[in-house]
């Protein structure tokens, strides 16, 4: 997947969910900071930041957001490259959240422990960014 040039402004303005919008914005902010990157549309409905290859042991290969998220109907799913599983005790600390093998799931920004997820993050964007991140070996 690659950038595309839609506007990240545009995209947020336009979620319908008020509390979606509002965490969209704070988590804008949030990886704009951690990350120096600035965000970029990867695709219809993800917001991302800087990039990295993939390659799996498939052969299979692409790049992706380093650090991204995306204001889903449901809940904004923040993506972790690195796997949820690497981040068991803070995962623990967070507050009301669900896990997918590299997504964690939040309804509400507001019943999670921003510090935490401000950590996990900074750690996943770190790991992913590191040159032999997704080198399938």
Known sequence: MEP??????????????P?????AQTLLELMTRVTGE?????GPSIVGFGSYHYKYASGR???AGAAAFSPRKDATTVYLPDG???YTE???LLGDHKTGASCLYIKDLGNVDMSVL???ITESYRRVSADDFGSGG
């Open 4 to 17: 595309t040039s839609t506007s990240v402004s545009s995209f947020i303005d336009g979620v319908a969910s």
């Open 61 to 63: 290969e692409g790049d």
């Open 38 to 42: 600035q965000p970029a549309m990867w």
């Open 90 to 92: 803070q995962l623990s």
């Open 84 to 86: 949820v599983d690497t």
């Open 19 to 23: 509390v979606r919008r509002r965490d």
């Open 118 to 120: 401000e950590d996990i």
